[in-house]
């Protein structure tokens, strides 16, 4: 009964775990290529098939270890500027 019990809890702890990881979906991040001594200012796109809602983080990375967030809202086809550390020579990508 012991080892019934153990291996329902196990499988039920699995179960919810494999529930809980977030997934990534990734959308377009761009280096505007202009002067960005002061702030770097990746471009974000939504490459996505949908809006990104209101409420949602907007994550992006750089190459040069600089990250950061926006909120949406951010409908499919729409761009949107963040901000960043100074920097001008980077690639980055951009996920939610």
Same mark, same amino acid.
């Given at each position: 009964?012991?080892?019934?019990?153990? $291996?329902?809890?196990?499988? /039920? @702890?699995?179960?919810?775990?494999?529930?809980?990881?977030?997934?990534?979906?990734?959308? /377009?991040? /761009?280096? +505007?290529?202009?002067?960005?001594?002061?702030?770097?200012?990746?471009?974000?796109?939504?490459?996505?098939?949908?809006?990104?809602?209101?409420?949602?983080?907007?994550?992006?990375?750089?190459?040069?270890?600089?990250?950061?967030?926006? @909120?949406? +809202? $951010?409908?499919?086809?729409?761009?949107?500027?963040?901000?960043?550390? +100074?920097?001008?020579? @980077?690639?980055?990508?951009?996920? @939610?």
């Amino acid at each position: 009964m012991k080892k019934l019990l153990l $291996l329902v809890l196990t499988f /039920s @702890y699995i179960s919810n775990a494999s529930n809980s990881i977030p997934r990534r979906t990734y959308i /377009s991040c /761009s280096n +505007p290529g202009t002067h960005q001594d002061v702030a770097k200012t990746p471009i974000l796109t939504n490459t996505s098939n949908q809006n990104i809602g209101q409420s949602t983080k907007i994550f992006w990375q750089s190459s040069d270890n600089d990250s950061g967030f926006v @909120y949406g +809202p $951010l409908a499919k086809g729409a761009s949107k500027s963040a901000l960043g550390q +100074p920097g001008n020579g @980077y690639t980055c990508q951009a996920y @939610y």
